[in-house]
């Protein structure tokens, strides 16, 4: 089965960086358009990056310019590097791959805590 393993977060002060890691596993990954989301207490989860089969980009505006999400397809892993980070990005940041064709083919990590403070 489909298996999505994310690493790399952790505690880091403002103005730090972290690497998010996301391994897949049970899946094509070329063909699945990859994406990193965060959910904060009491908010919705919202997306942060994501990042299409041909290593197309997007990100939300308050990342723009900060984080970079990039995938390698011949380890099946998808990163997101957080630079210069603010308190206001502590979320559990999660994994998500969603096939370019089948939407219903959409699959979740389990999440990884990032928290930003001095």
């Known amino acids: 089965q489909v298996q999505l393993v994310e690493s790399g977060g952790g505690l880091v002060q403002p103005g730090g960086s972290l690497r998010l890691s996301c391994a897949a596993s049970?899946?094509?990954?070329?063909?699945?358009?990859m994406g990193w989301y965060r959910q904060a207490p009491g908010e919705q989860r919202e997306l942060v990056a994501g990042?299409?089969?041909?290593?197309?980009?997007n990100y939300a505006d308050s990342v723009k310019g900060r984080f970079t999400i990039s995938r390698d397809n011949a380890k099946n892993t998808v990163y997101l590097q957080m630079n210069n980070l603010k308190p206001e990005d502590t979320s559990v940041y999660y994994c998500?791959?969603?096939?370019?064709?089948?939407?219903?083919?959409?699959?979740w990590g389990q999440g990884t805590q990032v928290t930003v403070s001095s």
């Open positions: 998500n791959a969603r096939h370019q064709l089948i939407p219903a083919m959409n699959y």
């Open positions: 049970g899946m094509t990954f070329s063909r699945y358009v």
């Open positions: 990042i299409g089969t041909e290593s197309n980009t």
